[in-house]
């Protein structure tokens, strides 16, 4: 298991953060990789959705976890030719009220199980990256919460 986390506080109300992160379609708009999100079936916990990322794979998620309006976790699955079943992604999103400052402080977490040694070892390397990738959805996040 690989597990990469940021954080960062958005000078805006659990609420309106809320509105952003828990929908489908809002993904591509501040999740970094993310080009494209629809929802296949369902709404909050077990919802299910199609992510495709802006290299062109699509996975199939559910959303595994659901406490309106603090947290929203979905697990992703590969699709496609070659796609390995025991690889798997998670991704939470974490909101608590920061009254004192004002505003909301955002947790994002990714987990990831890969599918084999060689998939963890090209996995670590990249690290760097995905820790990257979350501060600038926090960044994109930040700035969409604030329009409201």
């Known amino acids: 298991m690989i597990l990469v986390e940021r954080s960062a506080h958005v ?25 494209a999100a629809e929802v296949l079936s369902g709404e909050g916990f077990g919802r299910r959705q199609l992510v495709q990322a802006g290299r062109g794979s ?13 947290l929203i976790g ?17 991704i939470y999103v974490q909101l608590t009220s920061d009254e004192e400052a004002g505003g909301t402080i955002v947790r994002l977490i990714v987990v990831r199980w890969p599918a084999g040694p060689v998939k963890a070892a090209l996995l670590r390397l990249g690290l760097r990256r995905v820790g990257a990738d979350l501060e600038d959805s926090l960044a994109r996040l930040t700035d969409l919460a604030a329009v409201g």
């Open 58 to 70: 699509a996975h199939e998620a559910e959303v595994i976890a659901y406490q309106e309006p603090n």
């Open 11 to 35: 000078v805006a109300p659990v609420e309106v953060v809320w509105d952003v992160v828990q929908r489908a379609e809002q993904l591509p708009a501040w999740l970094a990789g993310v080009r």
């Open 74 to 90: 979905w697990r992703e699955r590969a699709r496609g030719a070659g796609a390995r079943a025991e690889a798997r992604t998670e």
